[in-house]
């Protein structure tokens, strides 16, 4: 059971998609959406929480992508809270601007550094929306091979 239950969107433009850095924290770039409110069906809270945090927006169309469970990211190394996220995708109207407690937005490319992504997004979204054909194979094949460099230049030689 997810200790998080939240609505998200993406938004491809090309071959880039969306991301937000929530202000104060350090422990990876989310996805546009948040956590539903009670009553509240996972459409109405994907255009309150679009409104919040991407200022005068409205979601053109929505397509929902699939529901995804994995690790909540935390800057606390010692906190395994498990979070589940119902995916969309859509196209906004309107020129989207950080807003409420998101500091920044950033379109990210198959080039962008691994280490920015979230758990669920490394581990669970970003492949298997590769696998669909939602983002291109050349953008996982470069996240995994720079995620891999990333990795090997951070740990030390073996010893004989």
Same mark, same amino acid.
């Given at each position: 059971m997810a200790d998080?239950?939240?609505?998200?969107?993406?938004?491809?433009k090309g071959d =880039?998609?969306?991301?937000?850095?929530?202000?104060?924290?350090? &422990?990876?770039?989310?996805? #546009?959406?948040?956590?539903?409110e009670p009553g509240? =069906? &996972?459409?109405?809270?994907? %255009?309150?929480?679009?409104?919040?945090?991407?200022?005068?927006?409205?979601?053109? &169309?929505?397509?929902?992508?699939?529901?995804?469970?994995?690790?909540?990211?935390?800057?606390?190394?010692?906190?395994?809270?498990?979070?589940?996220?119902?995916?969309?995708?859509?196209?906004?109207?309107?020129? #989207?601007?950080?807003?409420?407690?998101?500091?920044?937005?950033?379109?990210?490319?198959?080039? &962008?550094?691994?280490?920015?992504?979230?758990?669920?997004?490394? %581990?669970?979204?970003? #492949?298997?929306?590769? =696998?669909?054909?939602?983002? =291109?194979?050349?953008?996982?094949?470069?996240?995994?091979? %720079?995620?891999?460099?990333?990795?090997?230049?951070?740990?030390?030689?073996?010893?004989?």
């Open positions: 998080f239950k939240k609505v998200g969107l993406l938004v491809v =880039s998609f969306l991301l937000c850095r929530k202000k104060g924290l350090k &422990s990876g770039l989310i996805l #546009p959406g948040g956590r539903i509240e =069906s &996972s459409l109405e809270c994907l %255009n309150r929480e679009l409104l919040e945090e991407l200022g005068d927006v409205r979601l053109e &169309s929505a397509e929902y992508l699939g529901t995804y469970k994995d690790v909540a990211a935390s800057d606390d190394p010692k906190t395994q809270n498990m979070l589940q996220i119902e995916l969309y995708k859509g196209n906004l109207i309107g020129d #989207p601007e950080p807003n409420s407690e998101i500091a920044e937005l950033i379109w990210v490319t198959p080039d &962008s550094d691994p280490d920015y992504f979230t758990p669920i997004m490394r %581990n669970r979204i970003i #492949p298997d929306l590769t =696998s669909r054909g939602i983002l =291109s194979q050349d953008f996982m094949s470069r996240i995994v091979c %720079n995620f891999k460099r990333h990795r090997i230049e951070l740990l030390a030689p073996a010893k004989d």
